[in-house]
C-alpha cells in the first residue's frame, strides 16, 4: 500500500467554478497546488474534523473541514478512486468520510443546516447546495420574511471568473417549524441572528487586532484592516474584502527614502477583484514614523499551543513593523525587505516611470519591484533579459541626464523603466551584474552574462566598456556638444519623471501590465549599444529614411572617459597580481574598485580625460572648419 496518492487533475471549488491543479493526499494530511504555479494549500492531517464525498456531474466531490472552520472542496475524482481514499482517511488519519446525497430535483423549497461556518441547503434528505459562511460579508432583513446574505468579492478561489454568487435571500414564512418566531421576532429575524452569530461573533472569527483608518494605494481609498485568525479583512465605505491568509503569497516592506512614508505590499494569489479589476497586490501606505501600541484579543493558552514563538501578546513600536509583524505571525507568510541595493541618495529604489505613472523600481534579491501603480512584482527567474538605453526625450541635453531600462520577460512581454537618473547607472549596472542577468547587448547583436564582463567586447588590455561608453558623455564630468549620429532624439516622448514620489529590497503572473513594444534592433559592432529610436513629428509616417551618413574616417576620435584611464592604467596590475583570472573577470573587479574609489581618487583620471576633452574640442573645432564650404585647396 502507497503512502501517498498523487492526483493530477483535480479542482479546487468555489462560490464559481473550480481551477484544475494537483492534489497530494499523504498520511500527514493533504496539499493542493494549482497549475501553473503560484496557489498552495495544505491542510495537517490534525486540523481536519469532516471529510465527506458527494456524486456531482461527472465526477465525485472530496470536501474537507478544518478548525478555523474552512471548508475546501475538490473534485474531479473518478468512483474507483472514492473507496481507495475512503480506506487510506480511515487507515492514516482516523476519521470515517461520510456520503451525501445531491439533490437534483430542481425544488428550491427546503430546510437549513447550519454546521459551523457552512450553510446548507435541504431538500428533503439531500443537499441541493452549500455556502461558506466566512465568505459573507453581512446579512440583512428585506421585508418581514426574507434574509439576504451578502458576500465578499470572491477572493478565495478563481478570481478571473466571469460569474461569482454575490448574494442570495432565503423566504422564510412565519409559519416555519424550524426557527420558530415569538411577538418580538419573526421567524426571519430568528434565522438572521443566528448567522450573524456565527459570522460576526466572539471566537475564532473575533478580530485579533485593528488598524484603522489605513490608506490603501491599490485598491484605492482609506480602510480599516482587521487581522483575524484566519483571514484579514479590508473594510472601505464602498467596498468589503476578505481574504483567507492561504491566498497571501508573501510580504514586502519597502520604506522609501527621504520620505514620511513605507510601503507595505501583501502579494496574493488569486487576486481580489473589485468590478472587473484585478488586483494581484494590496499597497498599503504606512506614516513611518508613527508609532502605535496593539493588545492581540489572543488568550494565553492559544498564544502558547497555535502561536508560540510567532506572536507576542502585545505591541509596541512604528505602525508598520506592528503591523507586518502581527499578520506575519497569523498568516505565516514570508516578509521581503530592501536589498542590498542602495542608490546614489543613499535609498532602496531609483526613481523611474513605467506606463506614464511614476514611481519607484525596488531591486531585491529575488525580483524587480515597481511601486506605487501599477504593482508590478518582476522575479528574477522571468527575465530572459535586461537592456540599457539613452533616454530619447527632449534632446541631447534631456537624453544625458536620464536612461531606460527594458526587462524582457522569457514569456515575451517587456516592461520599460523609463526617466531613470543617469547617476543610478553604475549602481543599478553593477547590481544586476552581480545577479548573473543576461544583459543584452545591442552592440554586436548577442546576449552576454555575468557582470560587469557581460558587456566587455575586446580581450586585449584595451577593451572597453560599450556601456560605459554609450553612456559616456551622461556617467562623465562633461559633455559633447556635438549630436551622436547613431542616436536620434524621440521628440514625441515626455519630459523628466514628476518629483511628487521619492525613492524608498516577488508574481498575474506576479508582473502585469500590457507590453510596451520595443524599437527595432540594429546591430553594428563599430557603434555603441544604444537603442535607435525612429523620429516622430515632422519626419513621421515618411516612405523612405534618409540614408545614414558615413563616419569620417578623419573624424577626430572622440575623448576618453575617467573610467577608461583608470582601466588602463590598472589593468595590467590585477593581470599580474592574478595571472589565473580571465579577462572578463579583470574587468568586473576594475568596475568594483572603481565604484569604491573616492572622489580624491579618481582625480588624476578626471583630470586626464578633460585634457583629452580639450583635444577633442581643439580637434573637432579645426575638422568643422576644413569641411565648411569654401574652405581647402580647391575652393572657390
Known sequence: MTDVHHFNNISLGGRGI?????????????????????????????DITSVTWMKIPRSYQLDVGTKEGLFYRFFGFREQDVSNLTNFIQRSMGISPEEKQLSISGHNWGGVEINGNRLCFNVGANEAFEVSLADVSQTQMQGKTDVVLEFHVDDTTRANEKDSLMDVSFHVPTSNTQFIGDEHRTSAQMLLEVISDKIGGSGPEAAVVTFDGIAILTPRGRYSIELHQSFLRLQGQATDFKIQYSSILRLFVLPKSHNPHTFVVI??????????????????????????ERDLTLSEEVL????????????????????????????????????????????????????????????????????????????HEEIEYVEFERHGAGGASMSSQYFDLLVKLKNGQEHLFRNIQRNEYHNLFNFISGKHLKILNLGDGQ???????????????????????????????????????DFVADKDDSGSPSDDSDEGGSDASLSGGEKEKPSKKEASSSKPPVKRKHKSGADEGSEKRKPKKKKDPNAPKRAIAPFMYFSKAERANIKSSNPELATTEIAKKLGERWQKMTAEERQPYVEQSQVDKQRYAEESAAYRSAAAPGSGDGSA
Open 18 to 46: 473550480g481551477y484544475p491543479g494537483q492534489f497530494k493526499l499523504y498520511s500527514g494530511g493533504l496539499a493542493w497546488k494549482k497549475h501553473g504555479g503560484g496557489k498552495i494549500i495544505e491542510v495537517d492531517k490534525a
Open 304 to 379: 502558547a499551543e497555535k502561536y508560540k514563538d510567532r506572536l507576542e501578546s502585545s505591541y509596541r513600536g512604528l505602525i508598520h513593523e506592528v503591523f507586518s509583524k502581527v499578520l506575519r505571525g497569523l498568516s505565516g507568510a514570508k516578509v521581503t525587505r530592501p536589498s542590498t541595493f542602495r542608490s546614489c541618495q543613499d535609498g532602496y529604489a531609483v526613481k523611474s516611470s513605467l506606463k506614464a505613472e511614476d514611481g519607484l523600481l525596488y531591486p531585491l534579491e529575488k525580483g524587480f519591484f515597481f511601486l506605487p501603480k501599477p504593482p508590478t512584482l518582476i522575479l
Open 447 to 485: 546576449v552576454r552574462t555575468g557582470g560587469v564582463a557581460a558587456v566587455l567586447q575586446s580581450t586585449d588590455d584595451d577593451s572597453v566598456d560599450p556601456h560605459l561608453e554609450r553612456i559616456k558623455n551622461q556617467a562623465g564630468d562633461g559633455e559633447s556638444d556635438e549630436e551622436d549620429e
Open 267 to 292: 502579494t496574493l494569489d488569486p487576486p481580489i477583484r473589485k468590478g472587473q479589476t484585478l488586483y494581484p497586490h494590496i499597497v498599503i501606505q504606512f506614516e513611518t514614523e508613527a508609532v502605535v
